[in-house]
């Protein structure tokens, strides 16, 4: 029962009628995002998330809460390279409340000066908080170093320096410019009837203007780069995430990564779990993930380990990496690793808030919502050839590796020194 409407302005709306539960979460979410910013404005599509929950024309923030409270209700909002989410999970009988609240907050808050000085000072102890949580900042440490001259390296949360300098002017310019109708898809699952949302939005945004192309620079593919980043902080472990290029969301490879991460690191019985943790006892926290985007991917694998044992994951990881290129994958894996992505799927459409989530990211990313059904056949016929095909691929170009732990400069340069001759050697293997 999915069914989706195009607003005149461009702007478009999707809905999945479940008659079966008694809620409903509802999304609007904005093609905009980190990867959208210049320089100077790194961090302002976090900050404008912030603010929208500060006060409208006719609600201040305590209302904002209060409102959604009083039906038993939740209402939250993330940033992410891409986009940003605004979302709200009610019983089906208050979907109005949701969407009069949800749609103030994104078209009328006024962006008080006042307001807008505290929540940068909210802001700048997250970033304090994210440079006090090394098994946090080692992924962001990891994507700037892998991608150092796309706009998809860069960190969502921005900086100290940026998101101290911004003011009331720059959030509504950047929101006046961007949220352009053609970029916002208004996501809704549940108990719900789709005319009666159609109706509510249309009311609200219809007469919202503006395009995409007139202000979103052309997609460019990142270029990935093999080099190593070390970042000292006084911690008690060794936090290493190393991975290689991957595949963007457009390109069906993706599918045929998802299961090699799967096999490599998705879950219990995936190798790296069982070589590092179970086998060997040098990691509580070991596993891998695909990071994947419009312009590009990357699949990557992350482990907490001491500093003494830190050299042996890495050297275990790369030898797993070396096995799975030279096609030793066995059928019993590439089933549990189809059924693990086939249980995780069907399980996660129990939840209402995962069904309106797929199908606003699907949206705005494939302008159409890709069936499970179609997911699920590309995935059964991946093959054992197609496994090998894809860790040649991905595994034969060297590997980007970033590490936060307790480092000193001696440390560094000799962590430096090793990986200059780890690429060199790579390289004439290669050759």
Request: net charge negative; glycine share 6%; aromatic share 6%.
């Amino acid at each position: 029962m999915i069914q989706k409407e195009v607003l005149d302005n461009g702007l478009r709306i999707v809905t999945e009628d479940i008659d079966y539960v008694q809620s409903a979460s509802i999304g609007i979410w904005v093609g905009v995002g980190a990867r959208d910013e210049e320089d100077q404005l790194r961090g302002i599509s976090h900050v404008i998330e912030h603010m929208l929950f500060k006060g409208t024309e006719k609600r201040n923030a305590q209302q904002i809460a209060d409102e959604i409270d009083r039906v038993g209700g939740y209402i939250n909002a993330f940033t992410d390279k891409e986009y940003t989410c605004y979302y709200a999970k009610v019983l089906s009988e208050y979907i109005p409340v949701a969407v009069d609240v949800l749609s103030d907050m994104f078209l009328n808050s006024v962006v008080n000066p006042e307001e807008l000085g505290r929540e940068k000072n909210v802001i700048l102890e997250e970033i304090k908080r994210h440079e006090d949580q090394p098994d946090d900042l080692v992924h962001d440490v990891f994507f700037q170093t892998i991608w150092p001259q796309h706009v998809l390296g860069k960190p969502v949360i921005g900086t100290s320096q940026t998101v101290s300098s911004f003011e009331r002017d720059h959030l509504l310019n950047y929101m006046h410019r961007r949220y352009t109708p053609d970029t916002i898809v208004v996501s809704a699952a549940g108990n719900l009837e789709h005319k009666k949302i159609v109706d509510m939005v249309a009311e609200r945004f219809g007469k919202l203007s503006g395009k995409r192309s007139d202000w979103r620079a052309p997609d460019t593919q990142p270029t990935a780069t093999v080099a190593q980043k070390t970042v000292s902080k006084p911690v008690e472990q060794v936090h290493v995430v190393m991975g290689v290029p991957g595949y963007s969301q457009t390109d069906d490879r993706r599918y045929k990564l998802s299961l090699m991460d799967t096999v490599l690191g998705g879950g219990m019985s995936s190798r790296l779990f069982q070589e590092i943790r179970e086998k060997r006892g040098l990691a509580y926290s070991v596993g891998s993930y695909t990071a994947s985007y419009r312009e590009g991917g990357l699949f990557a694998v992350y482990a907490g380990t001491s500093p003494t044992t830190a050299d042996e994951v890495i050297e275990i990881v790369k030898r797993e990496f070396d096995n799975v290129r030279t096609h030793n994958v066995t059928e019993d894996e590439l089933l549990r690793a189809k059924n693990q992505i086939r249980g995780g799927m069907v399980m996660a459409q129990e939840s209402m808030s995962n069904r309106m989530m797929r199908m606003g990211k699907n949206e705005l990313v494939h302008d159409r919502i890709i069936p499970i059904e179609e997911i699920m056949g590309k995935i059964q016929a991946v093959t054992l050839d197609d496994l090998h095909d894809t860790a040649k691929a991905i595994f034969s170009t060297g590997y980007t590796l970033a590490q936060v732990g307790p480092f000193d400069e001696k440390d560094k340069a000799a962590a430096q020194m090793q990986a200059d001759e780890n690429e060199a050697l790579e390289q004439e293997v290669l050759a």
